[in-house]
């Protein structure tokens, strides 16, 4: 059953009734709804269309938090064959909130790195929501160190609000575990490629993409902040966050812009939950053309390369 947003309430309600009618009509095969059934279809798509023709920046956040959005785990499963997960840290414990392991793109090995927010309840408190603790950024480390030592380029699928923010985990050096991965990212001799499915939030997503290339899915967002914690610090009401959404410009299409990010990935009519296939589909094309512009690269170049991209960023943003 799909799960709607508050503004996809009167899309909620049209669909509910021409699910309705269909039901009557398996119920009485005398009842000929059909046609009726039909038209309230034909209104629900275009209502699709017009609520995600300009959405909000809030209303994106929305969408990339939506619970049956595909994440990580169905990404590896759809795009990649041969995934040998590896766990742990070698120094404190295995983080859930990350999941990697070797794997095949297209036949290519790789090492698949990316946040896991869980599907249901149970799994989502397992994984901690996606919120990394500092044995989840040190597991990414020695993942990517290893990535480096064989030569396989690195892909980074990033959905998470942030780093854990626990006692626990600043008591085990958060910071600096993502400062160490963020470093990493920038000197490991491979290509890496980053691709934001969801939630970019804060240190937390820098730490997984600092990349040589870093998309993001059409109504993915990517922000230092939440908009809710940053209408608490800014107004000291987190109910302003839509005008905080606003003022972030966390959306794939501010960011590219910005040059923050260099590719948006488009997902189906509705986002990426109403058609998963599709969505994998076009991150697979995305991936596939971004490894081939770094294709014959070698360790020197793409190291130059990926900090050159972050030095930039600022003026390029200005520029534009």
Not at 31 to 43: G, I, N, P, S, V
Not at 51 to 77: F, G, M, N, S
Not at 138 to 165: C, H, N, Q, S
Request: hydrophobic share 45%; net charge negative.
């Amino acid at each position: 059953m799909t799960q709607y947003m508050d503004f996809e309430k009167p899309l909620a309600e049209i669909e509910g009734k021409a699910e309705e009618l269909r039901a009557l009509a398996r119920a009485n095969e005398e009842a000929d709804l059909t046609d009726e059934a039909a038209a309230l279809d034909a209104k629900a798509a275009q209502l699709l269309i017009d609520l995600y023709k300009d959405l909000t920046p809030w209303r994106k956040c929305q969408v990339a938090r939506h619970p049956e959005r595909p994440h990580c785990r169905d990404y590896i499963d759809a795009l990649f064959t041969e995934y040998t997960p590896l766990a742990g840290d070698r120094n404190f414990a295995d983080d859930l909130a990350v999941m990697g392991g070797l794997a095949r793109f297209n036949d290519q090995p790789v090492m698949v790195i990316g946040h896991e927010k869980g599907s249901d309840t149970k799994a989502r408190i397992a994984h901690n929501f996606g919120m990394a603790r500092p044995e989840g950024y040190r597991k990414a480390i020695r993942l990517m160190e290893m990535a480096g030592r064989f030569g396989l380029p690195v892909v980074t699928l990033v959905d998470t609000a942030g780093a854990y923010p626990g006692k626990g985990a600043e008591e085990r050096g958060q910071s600096e575990a993502i400062a160490r991965s963020t470093e990493m990212c920038l000197k490991i001799g491979v290509p890496l490629i980053s691709i934001i499915i969801g939630e970019g939030g804060s240190g937390g997503a820098v730490a997984f993409a600092s990349a040589n290339r870093v998309a993001m899915l059409e109504h993915s967002v990517y922000s230092v902040i939440s908009p809710e914690g940053c209408a608490s610090i800014l107004w000291k009401d987190a109910e302003k966050m839509r005008e905080a959404a606003e003022a972030l410009r966390l959306t794939a299409q501010n960011l590219k812009e910005l040059a923050v990010v260099d590719k948006i990935i488009p997902e189906p009519l509705g986002g990426a939950h109403r058609n998963a296939e599709a969505t994998f589909e076009a991150v697979s094309g995305a991936l596939t053309e971004m490894l081939a512009e770094l294709e014959g690269m070698d360790a020197a170049a793409l190291i130059k390369d990926r900090r050159q991209k972050f030095l930039d960023i600022g003026s390029k943003g200005l520029a534009a």
